[in-house]
């Protein structure tokens, strides 16, 4: 199947700082990609849709000024957790869609001192 | 919007038993179906699909099942190992400009006892 990379697999950083994740498709192009949240033991929950060339779909009750995407290239979309709280502290996943399914980055785990 | 809804949340079985994970979709218009399975802190691997225009899918020990009239689909794991321990999801989705959105169901604690 088609690969999806992200980076870093994980991150500590101390509250009120920045963190970006990068999402990779890196052999096929990718012109939407998603990001999803889970906390333990629980379901991955859809935070936007990162649309190539134009802004990004935020889902409901997700604050778009918090969590800042980018789609710069087909391969290649990024989340910027911005200024960010313990509360932010979860496993961030990306996956980007073919014609027949989405495949998924490996994750990221925040954790937020 | 699409609501996906999955049960049971956990499920224990023993080793070679069957196992059977259901789930249930609202909009009519989705028409494909794939199923994950996710071990602790990796990402979640598609191990089996369906879309609405086939009744029954089936690869070595896991098959799914689609009745589309009463929108529910099912996960089947035969014999079942010590390896088939993870958390399974189910999704639902239609298709899109630009790549399918998929609706996640809130998942099955699969624990297959040796």
């Known amino acids: 199947g088609a690969v999806v990379s992200q980076h870093p697999s994980r991150v500590i950083c101390k509250s009120g700082t920045s963190v970006k994740i990068e999402c990779r498709s890196l052999d096929f192009q990718a012109t939407t990609m998603f990001w999803y949240r889970q906390f333990p033991k629980q379901s991955l929950m859809l935070m936007a849709t990162?649309?190539?060339?134009?802004?990004?779909?935020?889902e409901q009750g997700v604050e778009k000024d918090k969590f800042l995407i980018n789609h710069a290239s087909l391969t290649l979309s990024t989340l910027t957790v911005t200024s960010a709280h313990p509360e932010d502290s979860s496993f961030y996943i990306c996956s980007a869609p073919t014609e027949a399914t989405q495949y998924f980055g490996p994750g990221t785990r925040l954790l937020v001192l | 919007g699409e609501n996906v809804e999955q049960h049971p949340s956990t499920l224990s079985v023993q080793e070679g038993d069957s196992a059977v994970i259901k789930c249930t979709y609202s909009d009519s218009a989705s028409n494909y179906f794939p199923w994950y399975k996710q071990e602790l802190g990796k990402r979640p691997q598609l191990i089996i699909d369906i879309r609405s225009n086939v009744g029954e899918k089936k690869d070595q020990r896991i098959a799914v099942t689609l009745n589309k009239t009463a929108k529910h689909f099912s996960l089947h794991i035969t014999e079942t190992q010590p390896e088939d321990s993870a958390v399974y999801f189910c999704a639902a989705s239609r298709r899109r400009q630009g790549g399918n959105q998929f609706y996640f169901g809130t998942g099955t604690s699969l624990t297959v006892i040796p």
């Open positions: 990162s649309n190539e060339g134009s802004k990004a779909t935020y």
